[in-house]
Structures are given as structure tokens and as C-alpha cells.
């Protein structure tokens, strides 16, 4: 199998979306964005041995590979609409190849995400997809719009990939049936796409947690030059990790962990009920952890009740620490 083959069988005779005037097969793809909409743009890259292990499927790693991405447009509240793979891939393996496409372009379905670009090239299994979303005009939700006084909510349970991918580099110790549990979370990550669009005209700013949950806080209150107090004890995860691991274990996993892809976001006291009814339209939990504050920096206690400070080993995942 050629390059041109592989692009010919696998990734050109996609379905197309209306607003792709001209797909994969020329230079450059076109779309028409609708009247009204701002587009989104962000890219994200793979590499072995950084953001995967040798072993994962090419299932698990062509969902992780896309979901990541649909994660910003999330983080957003846009809509993700079309994406440009590029591989580095050491050979053509025609089954890894079909495996591999069929789980991307599962998951592209499922969130209306259409192919319309991107290159391969011989390579150590190296993976950039870049993502373009709308949304409407000026609705965006940024980094630098949280407010002093807004509550801080996150979606989902937080420090469950931390946790698996620590149990497999043996740096914890994990039951079979709770590893199980995380291991999902770590390879096949939903992005909160539904969530992002609930919650446009109630929040303020949000981002997706990638990095660790204290780190992504932190992007926001630098953009809004704000502080931020929050609750450990109120940060949701698996119950069942607090069971089984010491509580400064699963403190650094869900504060600092990383990989979760779940949305954290900020937004005025009053909107509470909105939020959770939001919430419950998209189907997704959330969970209010902490507030925005006027001190400039991040403040992490026990609880709501306990103010004590916690003092985090790290924030969270630096590529070139």
C-alpha cells in the first residue's frame, strides 16, 4: 500500500458536510462558514512515549487522538465542525491502518466532525490533528472573562486518568476493578461538547482540564487577572480512590493530575440553578469547587469549612519539565 492508496481508501470517500465546498483530494480544503458564526481554530499534537504507551490499540489511540481536540471546542462552547489529521506512522499496515480509521471516524460521526485534510509521512507514531469549530458571533467562552465572585465549577469526576496512568508506571497501587475504571478514562476521554453549548450564556470563562485541574485554574485567572480559592474536598472523583489510596495520593491526582478532559468553568453566584439545569440537559454532572477571588493567585484548602492550605508537589503537566 502507497501513501495515495491509503489516503484514497481510508480517509478521502468520507461523508461531507454541506459547508465543505472542497475536501481532502486538492492543496487546500474549503468550507463556508455559516452567517453569524465566529470559527474556532486550535491544534493538538501525540507522541509516543508522551502522551501514549507503545501498547494502546489503534482504537484507543485514534479516539484519544480526535477527542482531545473536540475537548477545546468544547472548552469554547463551540461546535466542532472539521478536522486536518496528520500522521508520522512507521509503516502502512493495512489492518492497523482500517482499525485505527474506523474508531476516528466513529467517534467524528458522533460529534459531527468532518475529515477534510491533513498529510502522513514515515514517522514514530506522531499525531497532530487540527480542529475548527463555530460558534455564534462573540459568544465565545475565554479565559480572561471570569469575574470576582463567580462560583468555579468542573464536569464530571476529576483524577481518574492520573490514576491509572500512575498505577502503570507503579508510582500507586491499584485494585483490578477500580485500575479498570480509570484506564477508560485515560484512553477514551468524552468531550463535553454538549456541556460547552448549555452553558454559553450563563458562564464566563472556561477551559477543558488537560493539563491538571490547579494548572488549568490558573490559565483562566491569569487571562482575568483574578485569584481563586478551591475546596479540595469537593473536587469529584471515584469515591473509591479515596478508599484505596492515601489522601495526598489522590489529592495530587485530582488537583494535579491531568488528562481528564472535563470542562472547568466559572460563572455569577446567581446562575446556579441555570447551571445545573444545563447540567442536566447536556447529561452531565457538575460540581461547584471553589470561587473566584481578588487575590491574584491560587488558594487551595481542604474545604469550604477548613481554610487550611494545601500545598500541591505540582500544578500540573509541564511537556518540557
Given at each position: 500500500?502507497?501513501?495515495f ?6 480517509l ?12 481532502i ?30 501498547s494502546?490499540?489503534?482504537e ?16 469554547m462552547?463551540a ?8 500522521a508520522?506512522?512507521?509503516?502502512l ?15 467524528a ?23 475548527i ?20 465549577w ?7 486518568a ?13 485494585p ?23 452553558i ?22 491569569a ?22 489510596l492515601?489522601?495526598?495520593q489522590?489529592?495530587?491526582?485530582t ?39 481578588d ?27
Amino acid at each position: 500500500m502507497t501513501e495515495f492508496d491509503f489516503i484514497r481508501k481510508y480517509l478521502q470517500n468520507q461523508q461531507q458536510d454541506h459547508q465543505v465546498v472542497l475536501g481532502i483530494g486538492d492543496d487546500a480544503a474549503i468550507v463556508r462558514p455559516q452567517a453569524g458564526c465566529d470559527l474556532c481554530f486550535s491544534a493538538d499534537m501525540l507522541l509516543k512515549k508522551k502522551h501514549f504507551f507503545e501498547s494502546i490499540t489503534p482504537e484507543d489511540l485514534a479516539w484519544k487522538v480526535l477527542a482531545v481536540n473536540i475537548s477545546d471546542m468544547a472548552a469554547m462552547g463551540a461546535k466542532p465542525k472539521w478536522a486536518l489529521l496528520s500522521a508520522g506512522l512507521r509503516e502502512l499496515d493495512e489492518d492497523w491502518l482500517r482499525r485505527f480509521c474506523n474508531s476516528f471516524f466513529d467517534l467524528a460521526q458522533r460529534f459531527g466532525v468532518t475529515l477534510i485534510g491533513g498529510d502522513t509521512t514515515r514517522g514514530d507514531l506522531v499525531f497532530n490533528v487540527t480542529i475548527i469549530g463555530e460558534l455564534p458571533q462573540g459568544q465565545a467562552l475565554r479565559r480572561d472573562a471570569a469575574k470576582v465572585g463567580d462560583d468555579i465549577w468542573v464536569s464530571g469526576k476529576i483524577g481518574l486518568a492520573a490514576s491509572a496512568l500512575n498505577c502503570v508506571l507503579k508510582q500507586c497501587d491499584l485494585p483490578s476493578e477500580i485500575f479498570q475504571q480509570c484506564e477508560a478514562e485515560l484512553l477514551r476521554p468524552m468531550p463535553r461538547v454538549a456541556l460547552g453549548q448549555a452553558i454559553l450564556n450563563v458562564a464566563h470563562a472556561a477551559q477543558d482540564v488537560s493539563d491538571g485541574l490547579a494548572q488549568d485554574i490558573g490559565h483562566i485567572l491569569a487571562a482575568s487577572n483574578v485569584g481563586a480559592e478551591i475546596w479540595a474536598d469537593e473536587v469529584p472523583t471515584l469515591p473509591s480512590l479515596k478508599a484505596v489510596l492515601p489522601r495526598e495520593q489522590w489529592l495530587q491526582y485530582t488537583l494535579a493530575g491531568g488528562d481528564d478532559y472535563e470542562l472547568v468553568f466559572t460563572a455569577p453566584q446567581n446562575y446556579r440553578e441555570a447551571l445545573l439545569a444545563a447540567a442536566q440537559k447536556s447529561d452531565t454532572p457538575i460540581t461547584r469547587i471553589g470561587k473566584i477571588t481578588d487575590t491574584g493567585r491560587l488558594k487551595v484548602v481542604n474545604s469550604v469549612s477548613d481554610g487550611t492550605e494545601i500545598a500541591l508537589i505540582s500544578l500540573g503537566f509541564d511537556h518540557f519539565g
